[in-house]
């Protein structure tokens, strides 16, 4: 199976490292690159900087005194309860992955994407940094979509202004649409949805414009759309049923 993969990717028994990495689980090939880059893995003992490196079938690749090796690519969705962070381990605080049943820790999976602390809602966890790379690259163009609570009401020329875009914090954001929610209270509920995203981009555009976020749910990548799950439950999906789901549509 290693063979196959590597044989596919440059028509011989070679395959570049930072993408071995990424079918190790590792995490997305622009992450790998980083850890490459700061001497954090090996191939048969000699320290590696260069993504670029071929690997050959039966060299010992090592992240951090681990050996890599390809593992059963995986696709979760999962809705992220609030009080937990997006982060494969954390000495502090429970991760997403802290969360999973007793076994999935084996299969090195990381979320794609970030949603703070505070926030809640849908996100994908895998160990196919490959499929997470395409997924967050601006090209594929997969807008994410935000119930978002304001702790004040929002007036129509404020309204106007965000969806206007705004500056702050040296930044210029601007969500793709922002839309009111007829739900209690009024004039505090929002649908924003964001293209390629910045952190904490929907609080930052909230206190550009005096206001704050009471609450911040994440309710569809692409089409695929977060309705029954509940928070701590996800499901697992084949990689082509969890492209469609983006692409065309889909419920969970």
């Given amino acids: 199976m290693v063979k196959e993969k590597m044989m596919d990717d440059n028509n011989k028994d070679t ?3 930072n993408r071995y990495l990424a079918l190790c689980g590792a995490g997305a ?13 090996t191939i048969n003992g000699e320290v590696i900087a260069e ?11 090592m ?3 681990i050996r890599m090796v390809p593992v059963t690519q995986t696709y979760l ?10 982060a494969v381990e954390d000495s502090r605080e429970q991760t997403v992955i802290d969360v999973l049943p007793t076994g999935l820790d084996k299969l090195r999976l990381f979320p794609v994407g970030r949603l703070d602390r505070d926030s809640e809602g849908l996100i994908i966890l895998t160990n196919d940094g490959l ?20 702790r004040k009401p929002l007036e129509e020329p404020l309204l106007i202004k965000w969806a206007a875009g ?19 209270p009024m004039q505090c509920w929002f649908e924003v949805v964001l293209g390629e995203g910045i952190k904490r981009e929907i609080r930052l555009m909230a206190r550009a414009l005096g206001n704050d976020v009471r609450k911040l749910v994440r309710r569809r990548i692409g089409r695929l759309e977060l309705k029954n799950l509940g928070a701590g439950e996800f499901i697992s999906v084949s990689k082509d049923e969890l492209w469609s789901y983006i692409l065309n549509g889909h419920t969970v």
């Fill in 77 to 86: 969705i999962f809705n992220k309860p609030r009080g937990i962070i997006c």
């Fill in 131 to 150: 499929f997470a790379q395409d997924l967050i690259h601006p090209s594929k163009g997969i807008t994410k979509t935000y119930e978002v609570e304001l």
């Fill in 166 to 184: 705004v500056e702050t914090e040296g930044l210029s954001l601007k969500p793709v649409s922002v839309r009111r929610l007829a739900r209690t």
């Fill in 15 to 17: 395959i570049r490292l």
């Fill in 51 to 61: 993504p670029g490196r071929q690997v050959k079938h039966g060299d010992n690749v």
């Fill in 63 to 65: 992240f951090d005194g």
């Fill in 29 to 41: 090939r622009r992450k790998v690159e980083e850890f490459i880059e700061a001497g954090r893995v």
